[in-house]
């Protein structure tokens, strides 16, 4: 990695070495994710699936799963949130490598995995530095959800948790009306 011509290649060549792990750059540092396990697809479904039966395209949003999210907290830094809803043009928006310009993401959601600290501690940072109106951590180590609205100054104030049992209702700055199964969030749709 020492003779990488910069962090962007790096990245790339780990993302080509490591098929179904997410290579991300985050304030700097190559991070990388394994890949995820059955739960955390289901997860993922399950959210395609609600998005869709509240007719959110015709809303004029789009809902998908890893897409890149340019960040302005470094030259080559972004992120692939696991589950992202966008405006319907965000393709208009791309800035390179597959990613896009954080004023098209209205709502990010990560689902933790094994290195859960990067969703719940380095991406509240950076996606409150991005301006990212929503972002939704399902933090299975803890079994919460936690709420993150509204950043100022590039920063989030405290989130607001969710505990198994409740729903978690999607902010009305997104476009549309939903609650989510905090349940269903953490454990996958069983």
């Excluded at 689902?111 to 859960?116: A, E, H, I, P, R």
């Excluded at 509240?124 to 399902?138: C, E, G, H, Q, T």
């Excluded at 100022?152 to 505990?163: E, H, S």
């Amino acid at each position: 990695m020492m003779h990488e011509s910069s962090l962007s290649d790096a990245a790339d060549r780990l993302w080509e070495e490591l098929p179904g792990h997410r290579v991300e750059i985050l304030n700097g540092s190559i991070v990388v994710t394994p890949p995820p396990d059955g739960s955390h697809q289901e997860t993922l479904t399950w959210l395609i699936e609600e998005f869709l039966r509240i007719k959110a395209r015709e809303a004029g949003l789009r809902y998908v799963g890893g897409i890149g999210l340019w960040l302005p907290t470094g030259p080559d830094d972004y992120a692939v949130p696991d589950f992202s809803v966008v405006d319907a043009d965000y393709k208009d928006a791309l800035v390179e490598k597959n990613c896009y310009a954080p004023h098209v993401f209205r709502l990010v959601l990560e689902v933790t995995s094994s290195n859960w600290t990067n969703d719940t501690a380095t991406k509240v940072d950076v996606y409150a530095r991005a301006n990212i109106p929503v972002y939704l951590v399902a933090d299975r180590t803890h079994g919460e959800v936690l709420l993150y609205t509204d950043p100022v100054d590039g920063k989030y104030p405290d989130p607001t948790r969710y505990k198994r049992g409740q729903t978690v209702p999607v902010p009305e700055s997104v476009g549309v009306t939903l609650d989510l199964s905090v349940d269903i969030l953490l454990d996958g749709d069983d």
